[in-house]
DNA sequence: GTCAAATAAAATATCGATATTTTATTCTGT
DNA sequence: ACAGAATAAAATATCGATATTTTATTTGAC
């Protein structure tokens, strides 16, 4: 009884463990993939392809597409397919000063209406954020998974207390295309940055309750991913060739890709 | 050779004129039906029904609700299908709040940036306005919908000179949302507001160039849509019954339908 | 009578096949 | 040679049917 329609139990490349939905496999596996740059902007999507990637069927995978589009991470055109969302510098200083606008709001908020066990949840998250943040300043790598996670868990930790479910939707947005952007400059050069010692800023503020510093801290900090990518474009440090500026601004990332 | 899949040219609910797949068809009248309370808040959504609807199959009709849920206006859960996003008072006010720090944030950006076409392009849609304002106040139904479409061009209009991408993206989405809460209202006690008035007093300020101002009073045109559903939901304006009002607030609109 | 297990009905999620478009390739006349 | 029409190949959008789950209903023991 396994002829025509319906789920195999052969081997699935998404497994569907426990409760999980085969469109929302397909969708949560690629959103890895374009934010860990397995499908570099640009890049067209077809279906055909993805559908045998992952083990299902084109109207499902279609359907985990349509999901990404949601979240700004894919485009479509009328009858011309999907495609990951382009990325440049300037989208990327774009987006920046919308989450310092929308993030720093947010903080604000929450250490406004912050009680004891969100502060507690700081505390914890911090703790292990700074833990793993000396296995990465020894440069194992295997702390830059776990890194990423707790630095999550941190940003979300701090704006837990923001009432304004809007505030966090949309800030889960944002947070999740900028870090897309940052590991693009990863895969780059990178520049010398002391991340406990922003962290431990804002921690400390956010402990005191001190709004505006808290804030001041948290934007610099965001700022900062924006520098981090602009240096790892232009190496080029010196004023001279302010041409080579301008035109990284206006370079897409979308490298070689077909278009 | 009309027997299995692809499209037949029989009728169709939705018409596809000029290149428009099924999909954006479906989705589009669906999020208008949304919109406009044909769906109320909270109600389920069955593909089976909605495909007999726009004449369309199944997984195509799956991939026009998967569309919205990207805009918040639909909700999934698991394996149990669909639903229309829920809608309470204690949403509308969080969604005021948030609309009101972007779109301020937007309308300073356009007055910063906003050249001599931006300004042409504010004077022509506030002309329109207020010319379906007149027609309004003189209780002309058929100015309802030409109200609508206007009220939405003007206010892009004012911002339309603010650069930054995300925040037209953002501040689309919300002000989708709270698009859906005017109508709600309107189906219900509506309350005496000079909307000309207000309008004018943001195209004014906006024109002059005066940030700070046209801030002003665009955030407390936003506030005033709050007050009025709140208004419409609380009619009673004493100060004794308390109560009702927290009521009110915790009221979510979805009325009988299934739960 | 009531609660829970067993069964039936409804609804959801998924599939594989096909029609329609778009893109690439081959002609063909100048 | 080369632009443009004609054809072939690839890719997209769509369908109708089926397996899997969830929800409703019946049944049966205590």
Same mark, same amino acid.
């Given at each position: 009884?396994?002829?025509?329609?319906?789920?195999?139990?052969?081997?699935?490349?998404?497994?569907?463990?426990?409760?999980?939905?085969?469109?929302?496999?397909?969708?949560?596996?690629?959103?890895?993939?374009?934010?860990?740059?397995?499908?570099?902007?640009?890049?067209?999507?077809?279906?055909?392809?993805?559908?045998?990637?992952?083990?299902?069927?084109?109207?499902?995978?279609?359907?985990?597409?349509?999901?990404?589009?949601?979240?700004?991470?894919?485009?479509?055109?009328?009858?011309?397919?999907?495609?990951?969302?382009?990325?440049?510098?300037?989208?990327?200083?774009?987006?920046?000063?919308?989450?310092?606008?929308?993030?720093?709001?947010?903080?604000?908020?929450?250490?406004?209406?912050?009680?004891?066990?969100?502060?507690?949840?700081?505390?914890?998250?911090?703790?292990?954020?700074?833990?793993?943040?000396?296995?990465?300043?020894?440069?194992?790598?295997?702390?830059?998974?776990?890194?990423?996670?707790?630095? *999550?868990?941190?940003?979300? =930790? &701090?704006?837990?207390?923001?009432?304004? $479910?809007? %505030? @966090?939707?949309?800030?889960?947005?944002? #947070?999740?295309?900028?870090? *897309?952007?940052?590991?693009? =400059? &990863?895969?780059?050069?990178?520049?010398? $940055?002391? %991340? @406990?010692?922003?962290?431990?800023?804002? #921690?400390?503020?956010?402990?005191?309750?001190?709004?505006?510093?808290?804030?001041?801290?948290?934007?610099?900090?965001?700022?900062?991913?924006?520098?981090?990518?602009? #240096?790892?474009?232009?190496?080029?440090?010196?004023?001279?060739?302010?041409?080579?500026?301008?035109?990284?601004?206006?370079?897409?990332?979308?490298?070689?890709?077909?278009?």
């Amino acid at each position: 009884m396994d002829t025509a329609g319906g789920r195999s139990d052969e081997e699935t490349e998404v497994p569907r463990k426990s409760g999980k939905t085969l469109v929302e496999g397909a969708y949560e596996t690629l959103r890895q993939e374009i934010l860990d740059g397995t499908f570099e902007p640009g890049t067209k999507l077809r279906t055909e392809e993805l559908r045998a990637r992952y083990n299902i069927s084109g109207s499902t995978m279609r359907e985990a597409l349509t999901r990404l589009l949601g979240e700004a991470l894919v485009t479509t055109e009328g009858q011309r397919g999907f495609r990951v969302a382009p990325a440049s510098l300037e989208d990327f200083e774009d987006l920046t000063r919308v989450r310092v606008l929308v993030e720093t709001e947010a903080l604000r908020q929450a250490i406004a209406h912050g009680d004891e066990a969100w502060e507690s949840r700081i505390v914890a998250s911090f703790y292990r954020l700074s833990k793993v943040e000396e296995r990465l300043a020894q440069n194992q790598k295997s702390a830059i998974s776990d890194y990423e996670e707790r630095n *999550r868990d941190f940003h979300n =930790a &701090l704006i837990a207390a923001c009432p304004s $479910r809007w %505030l @966090h939707y949309i800030a889960g947005i944002l #947070f999740q295309q900028s870090e *897309r952007y940052r590991r693009l =400059a &990863l895969s780059r050069r990178t520049i010398a $940055r002391d %991340l @406990h010692a922003e962290h431990k800023a804002i #921690f400390d503020a956010a402990i005191a309750r001190d709004a505006d510093l808290a804030c001041k801290y948290a934007a610099e900090h965001i700022e900062r991913t924006l520098t981090a990518l602009q #240096f790892a474009l232009e190496p080029d440090g010196t004023k001279k060739d302010r041409q080579a500026g301008k035109r990284a601004k206006e370079k897409e990332f979308t490298p070689k890709e077909e278009a």
